[in-house]
């Protein structure tokens, strides 16, 4: 009952930062203007994502605009963009693996061995996952660090970490924490033809089987010999 109560909220949890790594590629705050020196002005508010740049004005009016070239952005917009969709792809795929393998589910029968496995693979591909969207947050984070400290980039091309780069981070840590709780829950390796926890419990494969009483107490019933002369 422990470990079925720990795979549903591990799973849980990786559902909701799957969901939450989805909203980050989604959203266009991935770096935000800075106002810093003289650059006073916050009627506009700049932000760019992955997929488009938006201005944002403070009477609530918002312009978005695509990127025209790929080609043309910088490498960690690339890099994010992959591994952003390379990382909704192997979520949902986490979650499908993850689903089959939990004690809660019918899948593959009543192989408790095969679905220990499948719960094991699951928890991998979500720690995998949070590592796909880890890489391009801190990457951009970086970038974005390095650009604002730079004496060389102009003052109106600095920008600021967004709230998109939190949520990655957040999301990141959540899938990655839940799929190493939802792999712990597995049994460990037999060793000695027993399971010391998990899915099978006490493997009595290798007990000796109890030998048949041989010796058994043998009466006799035979009535007591009379002579005859």
């Known amino acids: 009952m422990v470990n079925t109560g720990l795979q549903l909220i591990s799973f849980t949890c990786a559902v909701t930062g799957w969901i939450m790594a989805i909203a980050v590629t989604a ?14 002005l916050t009627s506009e508010i700049k932000w760019e ?4 740049s938006c201005i944002y004005q403070t009477t609530g009016h918002m312009q978005c605009k695509t990127y025209d070239s790929m080609l043309a952005l910088p490498p960690d917009i690339q890099a994010a963009r992959a591994l952003m969709c390379l990382a909704i792809f192997m979520g949902w795929l986490s979650c ?3 689903c089959c393998g939990m004690k809660c589910t019918t899948c593959a029968g009543d192989d408790r061995q095969a679905k220990a496995g499948i719960a094991l693979s699951g928890g991998i591909l979500f720690i995998l996952t949070g590592l796909c969207v880890l890489i391009p947050v801190s990457w951009t984070a970086n970038t974005v660090i390095q650009d604002f400290y730079n004496s060389n980039v102009p003052m109106m091309h600095k920008r600021e970490l967004g709230q998109a780069i939190y ?3 957040a999301a990141a840590v959540i899938l990655m924490i839940s799929g190493a709780v939802l792999s712990s829950t597995c049994p460990l390796v037999e060793r000695g033809g027993r399971y ?4 099978m419990g006490r493997s009595f494969a290798n007990s000796p089987a109890s030998a048949p009483n041989l010796h058994k107490t043998i009466t006799s019933t035979s009535l007591p010999l009379k002579e005859y002369v």
Not at 49 to 52: D, E, P, Q, Y
Not at 196 to 199: D, N, S, T, V
């Open 49 to 52: 994502g992955i997929w488009m």
């Open 96 to 98: 499908t693996v993850s």
């Open 27 to 40: 959203l266009p705050q991935w770096k935000v203007s800075a106002f810093i020196g003289s650059n006073i």
């Open 167 to 169: 949520l990655g981070w």
């Open 196 to 199: 010391r926890r998990g899915y």
